[in-house]
T-cell receptor, first 112, second 110 residues
Framework: DADVTQTPRNRITKTGKRIMLECSQT?????MYWYRQDPGLGLRLIYY???????NKGEISDGYSVSRQAQAKFSLSLESAIPNQTALYFC???????????FGEGSWLTVV | TQLLEQSPQFLSIQEGENLTVYCNSS?????LQWYRQEPGEGPVLLVT???GGEVKKLKRLTFQFGDARKDSSLHITAAQPGDTGLYLC??????????WGLGTSLAVNP
């Protein structure tokens, strides 16, 4: 089983719908991240969390929200999806600053 | 603002060829990481370089960190189709965040 698991792996949703992407990890890391990846724009950080009570905005947080339900779980929500949120989303964890980032397998989200 | 520029953006070569990809910045980094992302998967760490001038080898992959710790290179010897993927460099910034280059997309044709 993967150390960082994302669900769903693929989702097509309509404009205006609420969608949640879930992430769970078995690595025991305190730090968790949500990134989106777009061709030509690379990996961009949406939100990050250093522990259950510490959640921070990344460089592109507008239109997104997150919830850290437990050390192992970090979910990303799009309250009202729009087409330009169509992207590949990654959850990731790390044991600390400057350390290895461990990524999930990604969630393809298409907003039509 | 610290930036990491990767070149080339795309590279398509034949099996058996050698290649070098670059990760450059005008800023000094305490370390740089190299990741490979295969289609349909998340990036996976290949190596972290920490010391200026450092050279690390991972089978046919050779990573070098510039003496001034502003740049790094990845050289692949005798590329194989299994080397196909997106190669990303990343580095920690002075404000304790991690920045990413846009990557080099490598295709190795049989």
């Amino acid at each position: 089983d993967a150390d960082v698991t994302q669900t769903p792996r693929n989702r097509i949703t309509k404009t205006g719908k609420r969608i949640m992407l879930e992430c769970s990890q078995t690595k025991g890391h305190d730090r968790m991240y949500w990134y989106r990846q777009d061709p030509g724009l690379g990996l961009r950080l949406i939100y990050y969390s250093f522990d259950v009570k510490d959640i921070n905005k990344g460089e592109i947080s507008d239109g997104y929200s997150v919830s850290r339900q437990a050390q192992a779980k970090f979910s990303l929500s799009l309250e009202s999806a729009i087409p330009n949120q169509t992207a590949l989303y990654f959850c990731a964890t790390s044991p600390g600053y400057g350390n290895t980032i461990y990524f999930g397998e990604g969630s393809w989200l298409t907003v039509v | 603002t610290q930036l990491l520029e990767q070149s080339p953006q795309f590279l398509s070569i034949q099996e058996g060829e050698n290649l070098t990809v670059y990760c450059n910045s005008s800023s000094v980094f305490s370390s740089l990481q190299w990741y490979r992302q295969e289609p349909g998967e998340g990036p996976v760490l290949l190596v972290t370089v920490v010391t200026g001038g450092e050279v690390k080898k991972l089978k046919r992959l050779t990573f070098q960190f510039g003496d001034a710790r502003k740049d790094s290179s990845l050289h692949i010897t005798a590329a194989q189709p299994g080397d196909t993927g997106l190669y990303l460099c990343a580095g920690p910034t002075s404000n304790r965040k991690l920045i990413w280059g846009l990557g080099t997309s490598l295709a190795v044709n049989p």
